[in-house]
């Protein structure tokens, strides 16, 4: 179970704490359903997401990289590539922020991913957070590989 709040970014503050940066390439073999095949940095995988806003399934499954990259010629729609950076933001909880790059940027989006849906509907973004777009899904990647 995913359940996460997702979030526009205006501008990034100076002082933030980085704990890994990630590269990271998406493609969507389907959007309805949703079926993802991610680089993350040296790692592929195939994921799978239910319909939903805030709260959706996911599994993920290991690929080799010869997998991906035959997989990745049957990408339906753009192929998304950003840089994903991790923010902590409490002791259970962390940022990740994407910068988006090619025709998606200056696209700046951040989520937050929680334990349950009353830890989620109970949070209050920091400052620096932009408009929750977390009920919009014109801001699901799967959606943003199709515009």
Request: hydrophobic content about 30%; glycine content about 4%; overall charge negative.
């Amino acid at each position: 179970m995913e359940i996460e709040r997702k979030y526009l970014i205006p501008e990034i503050p100076n002082n933030l704490h980085i704990t890994k940066t990630r590269e990271l390439e998406q493609g969507y073999l389907c959007t309805s359903p949703v079926v993802r095949i991610r680089k993350d940095n040296d790692q592929y995988e195939l994921t799978y997401k239910s319909s939903g806003l805030m709260v959706r399934q996911e599994y993920n499954l290991p690929l080799t990289k010869e997998a991906y990259e035959h997989l990745r010629e049957k990408v339906d729609g753009r192929l998304i590539v950003k840089t994903r950076y991790e923010i902590p933001l409490d002791d259970r909880h962390k940022i990740e922020l994407d910068i988006f790059h090619g025709d998606l940027a200056p696209l700046i989006l951040a989520e937050v991913e929680f334990a349950d849906e009353d830890e989620a509907n109970q949070f209050t973004p920091p400052e620096w957070f932009g408009e929750d777009v977390t009920f919009s899904s014109r801001y699901h990647n799967s959606n943003l590989s199709r515009l």
